[in-house]
């Protein structure tokens, strides 16, 4: 399934897709009085590159939260592949093939680059207990785990840095490891919160043929990003969220002179920098 | 004052059972604290249960000493499930709050009056460990050179009880090195992040509880075994805190750190002791500080020394320097590198 599938679509909010892969359903997050999430209805079609857009306070990290099991939702429903995966812990979710990463890089600083990248692989054997103490038993599937990883960290350019601590790379480097160790998980949805945020224009590029690969190998993104010029040469679908719903979306092109979306950014929040790319 | 019989009293310190205890103990902690990042502060409270599990079962119940035993881990089970439960999803403050409190309510809990027909109150309980030293297959005797020796019970005690420490060691070596392991790292670094890699932190966190429990446990009866006696005031707080003292001291999150830690430890404690001791008997000390401070004043000495140690070597003896410097929040380049990429600076300048 490519981009041509959207073809037809309608550019309206809540919009059904030919093949979704994640279907959310009144998806409510309420913190007090304030309701931060208020998702009637969302479709992300498998095998595109969809990117999450909105002012700050929209409720897309919240939504992420949610969607990933880091949170819990006041009420709603959301299917994944085809199944109800609503209130399952991250982990399990995790398992399923429905990879996040954080706004602000989380690597796991004591541990080596290359632990980092074996860690993430999933259904290991020596992860248990008692198959720990008997290295024959978990022996070959590392190996098999460790060239997977030396792999991808080669793709990624991070095989000089393999056995140094995590914590000692920089912040550009910290994003490639996330997204390299994301694909250790072997999911079939990966979710980038900001993936670009704070990144140099060198590294955005890099970045950004990354995401090209994912969406070569199959995989499905969903990406929130402030930075416009990356979101309309990257993105399939944009999706914008303001104040908790979804406002618009549809193909890049239509989403820069939707008005809505433009209001949405300057009409009540003027103190909003992030579209003046757009205007 | 005799340097020697000074040296031969550290020297017993050093590695006696005593030493042995805390040693198998910080190993339990130590899979707490330093691969988990668990803050367990009631470490003994699994010792004050694995002590009471054996005594209890053998001199109120009559029964066996391997029933004790098997009482005595099941008990550290038990424990360590009921404060893993409710704290583990929260934050690590929780967990830290709730040991050292279960430690202390342990603690009152056997010293009440109610409770003491059957752990026998503030007096404790006597003589259940026959069935241990008849096993004893270490003839009759002094052993040792000079003043530096033990007698034939103690060695058995420090047999056993070495040998647990090198038994849970080894364990520990087999796990750090394992993808469990890992995980359990992965945990001490960013839960969250573990979690999004589809790690089961909440399970992984109570494994870690309970088996470095089980393993403080065994300390605890060991620790009964050897005095033959149990009393509640054994197991204060400050069991735990020396605990930590001699972890980071050996070098938290090392496989050997508590081990080293808790030779290097009782050797100075019993050093100072001794070598306080002495220059009392021999008048070197001034007249305000009475026998009865050497006590007190032997653990100053020794906390000094650990303030000095810890400011020239943070990370302990065994630890990793440059992993000490991404704890304390250091990111960026690793200390040798900044030290050589200068040099290179300074020669292009030239």
């Known amino acids: 399934m490519t981009a041509s599938a959207l073809a037809g679509v309608p550019t309206e909010p809540g919009s059904a897709k030919p093949d979704p892969l994640l279907v959310v359903d009144g998806v409510r997050r309420d913190f007090g009085g304030m309701r931060a999430v208020d998702v009637e209805h969302l479709e992300i079609q498998r095998g595109v590159v969809t990117g999450l857009i909105g002012p700050n306070g929209a409720g897309k990290t919240t939504l992420f939260n949610l969607l990933t099991g880091f949170d819990r939702p006041t009420a709603g429903r959301w299917r994944f592949d085809g199944h109800d995966v609503t209130g399952l812990p991250a982990h399990r979710l995790a398992r399923r093939g429905m990879v996040r990463t954080f706004q602000l890089t989380r690597v796991l600083a004591r541990l080596t680059v290359v632990e980092n990248m074996k860690l993430a692989a999933t259904g290991q054997r020596g992860e248990r207990l008692l198959n720990a103490l008997l290295r024959p038993l978990w022996g070959a599937q590392e190996a098999e785990i460790e060239q997977r990883a030396d792999a991808l960290l080669e793709r990624f350019r991070l095989d000089t840095r393999r056995d140094e601590y995590a914590g000692y790379l920089s912040g550009g480097q910290r994003k490639l490891l996330e997204m390299a160790r994301a694909l250790m998980v072997d999911p079939a949805l990966v979710l980038l919160d900001e993936p670009m945020a704070g990144v140099n224009p060198a590294l955005r590029q890099d970045l950004l043929g990354h995401i090209d690969g994912l969406r070569e190998g199959g995989r499905t993104v969903l990406f929130v990003e402030h930075d416009m010029d990356v979101v309309m040469e990257i993105s399939d679908w944009v999706v914008c969220m303001a104040q908790g719903r979804v406002i618009a979306e549809g193909p890049p092109a239509s989403i820069m002179g939707n008005v809505d979306v433009i209001d949405a950014y300057l009409g009540t929040r003027h103190d909003e920098p992030g579209f003046r790319e757009g205007q | 004052m005799d340097l020697l019989v000074i040296l031969s009293d550290a020297g017993r310190g050093a590695f006696g059972p005593v030493a042995a205890i805390y040693a198998l103990a910080a190993v339990g902690l130590n899979i707490h604290f330093g691969y988990t990042g668990l803050l367990n502060f009631g470490q003994v409270g699994f010792l004050l249960v694995g002590a009471y599990g054996v005594a209890v079962t ?159 446990a065994f300390a605890g009866m060991l620790l009964a075994v050897d005095a033959q006696a149990v009393a509640p005031n054994t197991f204060n707080p400050e069991v735990t805190f020396n605990m930590y003292a001699l972890l980071i001291l050996g070098g938290a999150g090392t496989v050997l750190g508590p081990v080293l830690g808790s030779v290097i430890f009782w050797f100075l404690l019993t050093f100072a002791d001794s070598a306080l001791r002495q220059a009392q008997g021999a008048g070197y000390l001034p007249e305000v500080v009475s026998a009865a401070d050497v006590g007190a004043l032997r653990f100053a000495l020794v906390g000094l020394l650990l303030m000095l140690l810890l400011v020239y070597r943070p990370q302990g003896i065994l630890g990793d320097a440059q992993q000490m410097r991404l704890e304390a929040g250091a990111g960026g380049i690793p200390g040798g590198k900044r030290r050589r990429r200068g040099r290179v600076r300074e020669e292009a300048a030239r």
């Open chain 2, 58 to 216: 053998v001199s109120v119940f009559g029964g066996p000493l391997w029933l004790g035993v098997l009482v005595g881990i099941a008990a550290s089970v038990v424990l360590a499930l009921l404060l893993g439960l409710p704290t583990l999803r929260l934050r690590s403050d929780y967990l830290a709050i709730a040991t050292i409190a279960a430690g202390e309510v342990l603690r009152i809990v056997f010293n009440a009056g109610f409770a003491a027909p059957v752990t026998g109150g503030v007096f404790g309980l006597q003589q259940f460990a026959n069935a241990f030293y008849a096993l004893n297959p270490i003839p009759r005797g002094s052993y040792g050179i000079g003043a530096w020796a033990f007698s034939q019970r103690d060695l058995w005690v420090m047999l056993v009880g070495w040998g647990g420490v090198a038994v849970a060691t080894l364990g520990v070596f087999l796990l750090a090195r394992s993808p469990w392991g890992r995980v359990l790292r992965s945990v001490r670094e960013d839960e969250d992040a573990a979690r999004s890699l589809g790690k089961n932190v909440y399970g992984y966190k109570m494994q870690s509880l309970v088996l470095g429990g089980v393993i403080g």
